[in-house]
């Protein structure tokens, strides 16, 4: 469990006793049924995360709404876009094991995160993940309910495949864009669970080619 749901939970706790004590035990069940909610919203269930070379894992918990090619300082991309509801788990993991090279945080709007401008005009955290071979760019987007985005890495800082690097609270969206020569192996409606579902395979073709001088495997 997130330890964020403590700190939510836990007044609404002492809030039910106190209104329970001055009033009735049943004036005080709305907080405790609230705590509750904050206590299962804020989990974070173990996941098995695949080894195989070459893979690129769900960065989140959601419905895939969009998988699309995108034109990036003018190179082709694809980006696979994931809505959370506010019944998915909200942690956030890293789809590829490498160093976090760049960590951007812009300001934005509170659209809702099934709309397309979201993904440009929303408030949202760009994290660019550098690692077995590859440059993957995934988004932490604030959606209409969402207002708090939380990364717990920095620069520098080396991740392993699906490890835990932030959440972001309630309703959102997350996008990754990678290399247009991936193997995507989702569509739009599918579920995918963070850490454990396989978005895309990076063609062996850039597999035996990435790297300086020699042959490095890696996933976007």
Same mark, same amino acid.
């Given at each position: 469990?997130?330890?964020?749901?403590?700190?939510?939970?836990?007044?609404?706790?002492?809030?039910?006793?106190?209104?329970?004590?001055?009033?009735?035990?049943?004036?005080?069940?709305?907080?405790?049924?609230?705590?509750?909610?904050?206590?299962?919203?804020?989990?974070?269930?173990?996941?098995?995360?695949?080894?195989?070379?070459?893979?690129?894992?769900?960065?989140?918990?959601?419905?895939?709404?969009?998988?699309?090619?995108?034109?990036?300082?003018?190179?082709?991309?694809?980006?696979?876009?994931?809505?959370? =509801?506010?019944?998915?788990?909200?942690?956030?993991?890293?789809?590829?094991?490498?160093?976090?090279?760049?960590?951007?945080?812009?300001?934005?709007?509170?659209? =809702?995160?099934?709309?397309?401008?979201?993904?440009?005009?929303?408030?949202?955290?760009?994290?660019?993940?550098?690692?077995?071979?590859?440059?993957?760019?995934?988004?932490? +987007?604030?959606?209409?309910?969402?207002?708090?985005?939380?990364?717990?890495?920095?620069?520098?800082?080396?991740?392993?495949?699906?490890?835990?690097?932030?959440? +972001?609270?309630?309703?959102?969206?997350?996008?990754?864009?990678?290399?247009?020569?991936?193997?995507?192996?989702?569509?739009?409606?599918?579920?995918?669970?963070?850490?454990?579902?396989?978005?895309?395979?990076?063609?062996?073709?850039?597999?035996?080619?990435?790297?300086?001088?020699?042959?490095?495997?890696?996933?976007?």
């Amino acid at each position: 469990m997130v330890r964020d749901a403590y700190y939510y939970a836990l007044p609404l706790l002492a809030a039910a006793g106190l209104i329970g004590w001055l009033a009735s035990p049943l004036w005080g069940l709305p907080a405790v049924l609230l705590a509750m909610f904050f206590l299962w919203f804020f989990r974070d269930p173990e996941r098995v995360i695949s080894t195989e070379p070459g893979l690129l894992v769900s960065p989140a918990d959601g419905k895939v709404t969009d998988v699309s090619p995108v034109t990036v300082d003018g190179v082709a991309r694809v980006r696979i876009s994931i809505f959370l =509801n506010v019944f998915d788990v909200h942690v956030n993991r890293s789809p590829i094991s490498g160093v976090i090279r760049e960590v951007k945080y812009h300001k934005g709007m509170f659209f =809702n995160a099934m709309n397309a401008a979201s993904a440009e005009q929303n408030e949202q955290n760009v994290v660019t993940v550098e690692g077995e071979g590859q440059t993957v760019v995934f988004k932490q +987007i604030a959606g209409l309910l969402a207002r708090r985005i939380v990364f717990t890495k920095k620069v520098g800082d080396r991740v392993a495949r699906g490890e835990r690097v932030g959440l +972001i609270k309630f309703g959102s969206r997350t996008d990754v864009v990678l290399d247009r020569s991936a193997d995507v192996q989702v569509k739009v409606g599918d579920r995918v669970k963070g850490g454990s579902s396989v978005l895309a395979h990076l063609r062996a073709e850039v597999l035996q080619t990435s790297g300086a001088g020699q042959t490095r495997r890696g996933a976007l």
